[in-house]
């Protein structure tokens, strides 16, 4: 295996960028311990690494279970690779430190336990670590064109096996059956798997808002389904909720509420917009309904390597604005305990001039009645 021309360019640029930030802090260095990070940074996934990043060096410190995969990491001129045992990586980063000379270096707060810093201060004498938190995420917040087509394919999957799981739905599958025969033909169809344990509420079920999928059998009433492929792994995430048999009452007018907030939130999608200015666009509308406490959660979030990036669409969010390339979820929903819920949620591209929404899965209210599973 070699890396090619345009994963050695993408590296490049990723690890420059990081540099920036870095020189921008203050900090000599960078310890990565986010497995996703070190996968955008490199290319590499493993588990147990670290990635080193100084001015001058990007190395890549793992034990010998990737030794024969990191031969091509080896042999580029971007990266060194270390081996060493799982539990003396700290003596790694102390070499490493003391050939650059650095008295300090970076670690992810978000990323790295307690018990595994206070492991590393064993071996790494007075080599300082300084909490950090961002410097990645915020790189890996607009997505290039590689990256947004890798999302397209996850998305296309996704719709793909969710019409044949609908088209094949019986009376008597349950949420769990359900579920499995999902995550099987979105594997059937090129996906690594999901990317996230699809949410499939049946009935009551649909208004709790991370309903865990059991042997609830699907009957007629509401049915949501919240459900991500991963490619090459970048994620999809879109939820649909959908109505089998007459709807009960209120949820035709709860629906109608949902997708007038939605669709009042991507409006509002373009450069330079609030993100807590678009989550409101969504909450006012569910607010005027009547429905304000029944919308608990937020608006969004950005998705790519993981299914919930940075930014995120919340009235926490002031001052943070939307830049082209950022793909956003828009997810407003309705949860009335004991009737039902609907949340509709669309994955967004922020383009130069406004938004395209990814996926081409209807949302409109007459796509989402079904016939009676009784029928």
Known sequence: MELTDQQV??????????????DADGLPGLMVSAEHDIWYLTGFVG??????????????????????????????????????ARHKLGDEVKRL????G????????????????DGLLKSLGDLELIPTSGLVSKL?????NEEVELIERAIGIQQDALEVVLSDLKPGMTESQFTARLEYEMRMRGAEGASFEPIVGSGPNSSVIHHMP???????????????????????????????????????????VVLEALEAAIDCCRPGADCAEVDAAARDVIAAAGWADQFPHGLGHGVGMDVHESPYFSNRSGGVLLEPGMIMTVEPGVYLPGIGGVRLEEDVLITESGNRVLSTWPRDLESARRASLRA
Request: aromatic share 8%; with cysteine; charged share 30%.
């Open 9 to 22: 360019a993408s590296a490049r640029a990723r690890l420059s960028g990081l540099r920036t930030r870095l």
């Open 47 to 84: 588990h147990s690494a670290l990635l080193m990043v100084t001015p001058n060096r990007a190395v890549i410190i793992c034990d010998r279970r990737y030794e024969e995969l990191l031969q091509a990491w080896d042999a580029c001129e971007l990266f060194e690779v270390v081996m060493g």
């Open 97 to 100: 430190a003391d050939e650059d």
């Open 102 to 117: 650095l008295d300090k270096v970076g670690i992810q707060a978000e990323a790295m336990t307690i018990a595994f810093r």
């Open 140 to 144: 890996r917040e607009c997505k290039s």
């Open 214 to 256: 059991g042997d609830r059998p699907i009957e007629d009433g509401m049915l949501l389904i919240d459900w991500g492929a991963r490619v090459e792994g970048y994620c999809s995430d879109l939820t649909r909720t959908f109505c089998f048999g007459e709807m009960p009452s209120p949820m035709e007018r709860v629906y109608e």
